[in-house]
């Protein structure tokens, strides 16, 4: 992956020094939302930590460390379900970590009450949860959001152009032994990423530095895929081979390349 | 409309100057490279097509600019009527579906410190915003980080753009902040959040509250 740097136009130099200053920012963002009474600050905080631990585990695929990206990803993820976010589910997928837990349950008691966007960011939690074969036991519960995901198969999730169906689909195709479902439900994500990955890189002056909410190791987008990668390993089938017939740019395909080698 | 804060940050400069620039404003680089600026080119040059160019396009050679001097047509940043800041992205989606919340601090300071490379500024300052696009009228700043106003950009703007135009004028800038990069390694040994060596401050700073709408009882 590092090797390929230089032919975007990456720095890993910068990405180092990026890295260090996104890690230490989220951690002191981490501490100093701690004790804070005001709600709205409280989690306010925790999602700028959030963010910056993303963002630095991002850097660190590029710079071929997914190992040490996996902590941030889940110290990222702890923030976020401290913010009351389920979008935590993404970074807990990326960072392998507590596969034998849910990561549905802590959220379901709210659902009665719960507003649109909430909703929506169920279905990473579906997704992981549906990976590790770790479903929550309320099964009445899981059903509801289940059929409440299904009503808003068309809502979109994310800025990449992609629906709840879009993720619902890929949960499912997880059931089947044949990994061609596979495939077939990650055909939304593929495209999104590849096509994002090249519109940034058309803003040379934006792209040098990443100074754009799109990262070449998106964890929005990198996150479902590596999830994915997961639930066929459980089948003894591997999507990193299945990747090779698929045709995408150098750079998404050594970033997947990169990630799926630790699924 | 909304009084809006903003940071700029910026490199490449002494205290000297960052007290002309107090002083003065911060001048879009087309008056910074044509001064005196020829006004009458103003209304012709706030558009949406050089608002795209100023997001996407910034050191790409435009080919509606190629004189004598620049045959191979001039980077478009060089004659750019915008002038670049940041509020963060704190507040970007009002329905709560953004996973990602960073503070203008951040962003203002990769582009003061030429990214993590040496020294800068970072100046605060306030802009008139309206909620809506309103490219052509030069008192008022998009906001390009919203995506409720502008949903074409959301994905490769850089984080929490707020575009002013021609000047951000010396009432508007309330202090300059030196950002030493050593202070920032400083502050990350210390786990600490960094914080600015020296301030100065704008002689000719006019503080929103003494003019927004908020009428305050007899004291």
Not at chain 1, 194 to 215: I, V
Not at chain 2, 45 to 54: A, G, I, Q, V
């Amino acid at each position: 992956m590092r090797e390929i740097l230089g032919e975007v136009h990456l720095d890993p130099e910068f990405l180092g020094d990026d890295t260090e200053f996104h890690t230490w920012t989220g951690y002191a963002y981490l501490a100093s939302a701690e004790g804070l009474e005001d709600r709205r600050q409280f989690r306010e905080r925790c999602v700028i930590a959030a963010t910056n631990l993303r963002r630095a585990g991002a850097h660190l695929i590029l710079l071929d460390d997914f190992r040490e990206a996996q902590g941030l990803f889940k110290a990222a993820g702890r923030a976020y379900m401290a913010a009351g976010l389920p979008f935590s589910a993404v970074m807990m997928g990326l960072a392998g970590a507590e596969r034998e837990n849910t990561t549905l349950s802590p959220w379901l008691e709210h659902l009665a009450q719960a507003p649109h966007w909430f909703v929506k960011q169920l279905v990473y939690s579906l997704l992981v949860d549906t990976a590790n074969q770790a479903l929550p036991r309320e099964s009445g519960q899981f059903e509801g959001a289940v059929r409440e995901l299904r009503a808003i198969r068309g809502a979109m999730v994310g800025t990449y152009g992609l629906t709840v169906g879009d993720y619902l689909d890929l949960a499912a195709s997880f059931d089947y032994e044949n990994g061609s479902r596979v495939m077939e439900a990650l055909i939304p994500f593929l495209t999104a990423y590849n096509n994002a990955m090249r519109r940034a890189m058309a803003d040379a002056y934006h792209w040098e530095h990443l100074m754009m909410p799109f990262h070449p190791a998106e964890p929005d987008l990198v996150g479902p895929i590596f999830i994915a990668g997961h639930a066929m390993k459980v089948r003894e089938r591997y999507l990193r081979e299945q990747l090779r017939q698929f045709p995408l740019h150098f750079l998404t395909r050594g970033v997947l390349d990169g990630v799926l080698e630790f699924v | 409309m909304i009084i809006q804060h903003v940071i700029k940050g910026i490199n490449g400069i002494d205290d000297a100057m960052a007290r002309h620039l107090l002083d003065s404003g911060i001048k879009c680089l087309w008056w910074v490279n044509n001064d005196p600026l020829p006004f009458h080119e103003v209304p012709l040059r706030l558009n949406e097509r050089n608002l795209d160019w100023h997001q996407n396009q910034y050191k790409q050679p435009d080919p509606l600019y190629p004189d004598a001097a620049n045959p191979n047509n001039e980077p478009f940043h060089l004659h750019t009527p915008f002038v670049s800041a940041t509020a963060g992205t704190v507040d970007r989606d009002a329905y709560q579906q953004t996973n990602t919340l960073t503070p203008a601090w951040e962003v203002a300071l990769k582009f003061a410190t030429d990214f993590w490379k040496s020294d800068g500024y970072l100046f605060y300052c306030y802009v008139f915003v309206i909620g809506k696009p309103a490219v052509g009228q030069q008192s008022f700043s998009e906001e390009l980080r919203e995506l409720n106003v502008y949903p074409g950009y959301s994905n490769f703007q850089p984080e929490g753009e707020i575009t002013a135009k021609i000047v951000i004028p010396p009432a508007q800038i309330e202090r300059a902040e030196f950002w030493s990069s050593q202070d920032a390694k400083t502050a990350r040994d210390n786990k600490k959040l960094p914080a600015a060596s020296r301030t100065l401050y704008g002689k000719h700073y006019v503080a929103p509250q003494d003019f927004n709408n908020v009428r305050d009882f007899l004291k």
